[in-house]
T-cell receptor, first 111, second 115 residues
Framework: TQLLEQSPQFLSIQEGENLTVYCNSSSVFSSLQWYRQEPGEGPVLLVTVVTGGEVKKLKRLTFQFGDARKDSSLHITAAQPGDTGLYLC???????????FGQGTTLQVKP | DAGVIQSPRHEVTEMGQEVTLRCKPISGHDYLFWYRQTMMRGLELLIYFNNNVPIDDSGMPEDRFSAKMPNASFSTLKIQPSEPRDSAVYFCASNTGTKVSDTQYFGPGTRLTVL
């Protein structure tokens, strides 16, 4: 069974701080997606990374896919209260073609 | 576009009762997915359809769960009989592309509480 482990599970920081969320697995994935979910809503796709070592930037968010395509990270620079939410990584299984989600990282950014 | 529509948004029922959750995917999307989200297990795929046909139901926990998609604009997830451990948020998502791996758009979810 392919699993994705996210760390940390919870993160509470002050506005303006930087943070990194990690998504790790012992399995190789065809691609990896990051979602953000706000209370009472469904997850919304932020980015998809496909190539090992790929780096994508979305304003203050930087996403990286590991060289071996087993892990990924999300780095937020100068966090804002609007960044508060649940961040989910999801790997596309090369065996089943289905998305496998991590448990999520709950981020709270205090003003 | 209205996005993926789910109803009801909240459902409270008693153990043993039948529960039916409903989903209207985004028009033109060929794939429809049902997920369950809990604190303990995170977001789990239950079943997905392609062109109204169930493709993979390996995530359906037990025979008490069933899902149908009678047409391209409607799907149901039924639990009969319901149990307290079924309490979770159930999401429906649809997919814009031609592959199961293409971008999924999630609905707002149905929060189910079984007493």
């Amino acid at each position: 069974t392919q699993l994705l482990e996210q760390s940390p599970q919870f993160l509470s920081i002050q506005e303006g701080e930087n943070l990194t969320v990690y998504c790790n697995s012992s399995s190789v994935f065809s691609s990896l997606q990051w979602y953000r979910q706000e209370p009472g809503e469904g997850p919304v796709l932020l980015v998809t990374v496909v190539t090992g070592g790929e780096v994508k930037k979305l304003k203050r968010l930087t996403f990286q896919f590991g060289d071996a395509r087993k892990d990924s990270s999300l780095h937020i620079t100068a966090a804002q209260p609007g960044d508060t939410g649940l961040y989910l990584c999801a790997g596309l299984s090369s065996n089943t073609g289905k998305l496998i989600f991590g448990q999520g990282t709950t981020l709270q950014v205090k003003p | 576009d209205a996005g993926v529509i789910q109803s009801p948004r909240h459902e409270v029922t008693e153990m043993g009762q039948e529960v039916t959750l409903r989903c209207k995917p985004i028009s033109g999307h060929d794939y429809l997915f049902w997920y369950r989200q809990t604190m303990m297990r995170g977001l789990e795929l239950l079943i997905y359809f392609n062109n109204n046909v169930p493709i993979d139901d390996s995530g359906m926990p037990e025979d008490r769960f069933s899902a149908k998609m009678p047409n391209a604009s409607f799907s149901t997830l039924k639990i009969q009989p319901s149990e307290p451990r079924d309490s979770a948020v159930y999401f429906c998502a649809s997919n814009t592309g031609t592959k199961v791996s293409d971008t999924q758009y999630f609905g707002p979810g149905t929060r189910l509480t079984v007493l």
